[in-house]
Nanobody, 117 residues
Framework: QVQLVESGGGLVQPGGSLRLSCVASGNIFSIVAMGWYRQAPGRQRELVAAMPSGRTANYADFVRGRFTISRDYAKNTVTLQMNSLKPEDTAVYYC???????????WGLGTQVTVSS
């Protein structure tokens, strides 16, 4: 089992920045990738950014150039730096970890990000 706890999020004006963090605990040695997803009201959960262990990150087109994902393997954390935020970035953001074997996915409880003037 892997447990994920997110922090960060909140209310920010358009053009502003926020930083989300997520710390993993439990069977951390089984983790092969960590990332962030988001879900806006009435919409499906979608990938924002992900970083397989020891590999480069991949981003959704709608955040490329604005968001940066990073991992601290010593601290078992994944961070999402969000810049140039837009109202359409408003959503609940979820931390995700994929583990092997069996390609299991684990989720945090989510943190609300609201971009509004």
């Amino acid at each position: 089992q892997v447990q994920l706890v997110e922090s960060g999020g909140g209310l920010v004006q358009p053009g502003g920045s926020l930083r989300l963090s997520c710390v993993a605990s439990g069977n951390i040695f089984s983790i092969v990738a960590m990332g962030w997803y988001r879900q806006a009201p009435g919409r499906q959960r979608e990938l924002v950014a992900a970083m397989p262990s020891g590999r480069t990150a991949n981003y959704a087109d709608f955040v490329r150039g604005r968001f940066t994902i990073s991992r601290d393997y010593a601290k078992n954390t994944v961070t999402l730096q969000m810049n140039s935020l837009k109202p359409e970035d408003t959503a609940v953001y979820y931390c995700n970890a994929e583990s092997e074997p069996l390609s299991r996915n684990y989720w945090g409880l989510g943190t609300q990000v609201t971009v509004s003037s």
